[in-house]
Nanobody
């Protein structure tokens, strides 16, 4: 069973930096895509950044130039380097992986971690 475990969240002042990590395990097939999402109370979960199996990354407009997604394939770990943090970046951050399952062909299933809290004070 695929497991994702986030770490690295915490409290930081505006302008500061944090690096989130997502340790993953249990894959039968390598993920087609991995990403970071965030959610605040009363709002839906929004995409922050993604990285596909070809190494292509995408970023939400509100983090472009400040956040960097990367992966250490040898360690099955996904990272999110967050610089120049703003109070509006305060949220629970989740790691996700889109993975195939045996006998389901090309269909992808999304797995989620439990989240790590990021709090940015002004």
């Amino acid at each position: 069973q695929v497991q994702l475990v986030e770490s690295g969240g915490g409290s930081v002042q505006a302008g500061g930096s944090l690096r989130l990590s997502c340790a993953s395990s249990g894959y039968t097939y390598s993920p087609a895509l991995m990403g970071w999402f965030r959610q605040t109370p009363g709002k839906g979960r929004e995409e922050v950044a993604t990285l596909d199996s070809s190494g292509r990354s995408t970023y939400a407009e509100f983090v472009k130039g400040r956040f960097t997604i990367s992966q250490d394939s040898a360690k099955d770990t996904l990272y999110l380097e967050m610089d120049n943090l703003k109070p509006e970046d305060t949220a629970m951050y989740y790691c996700a992986a889109d993975v195939r399952r045996p006998y389901y062909g090309a269909r992808l299933f999304r797995y989620w971690g439990q989240g790590t809290q990021v709090t940015v004070s002004s």
